[in-house]
């Protein structure tokens, strides 16, 4: 007789461990949430730089405004004060010249001087001169 027969069954048999521990694979919902939390990170990465940038930026612009309108005022003053210089004074253009200086300089003084009148009242003048945004 013999006696080598198999009676062991399905359940005394070892598994085979997994490859991957199915508890670790993503899920849908798992990955949605990496997704999620990448995007956030990015944009919180792209605040920091643009808030690192802005101040840049704005710097760059300033800088540039004031060499545009430091070159323009230093070659209109210094232009005039050579045209001022070489023209003699005692004829017609140096006294033409001197004068027209005067009054741009006074021209200049009373719209100032206007203007802050205005500011002082609330108002603004037409071109008429007659006082905008002031009750009669």
Excluded: W
């Amino acid at each position: 007789m013999n006696t080598n027969t198999f009676d062991a069954t399905v359940e005394d048999v070892p598994l085979a461990e997994p490859a991957v521990d199915v508890a670790e694979q993503p899920t849908e919902t798992t990955a949605l949430t990496v997704a999620v939390e990448g995007i956030k990170e990015g944009a919180s990465d792209a605040r920091a730089a643009a808030a690192r940038l802005i101040p840049a930026v704005k710097q760059a612009v300033a800088k540039g405004v004031y060499r545009t309108f430091y070159g323009i005022s230093y070659g209109a003053v210094y232009s005039a004060m050579v045209v001022s210089s070489v023209v003699p004074t005692d004829n017609a253009m140096g006294e033409g010249l001197k004068r027209g200086a005067e009054c741009a300089r006074n021209a200049f003084r009373k719209q100032h001087e206007k203007h802050a009148a205005e500011e002082e009242i609330g108002g603004t003048h037409d071109m008429d001169d007659t006082v905008v945004g002031v009750a009669a």
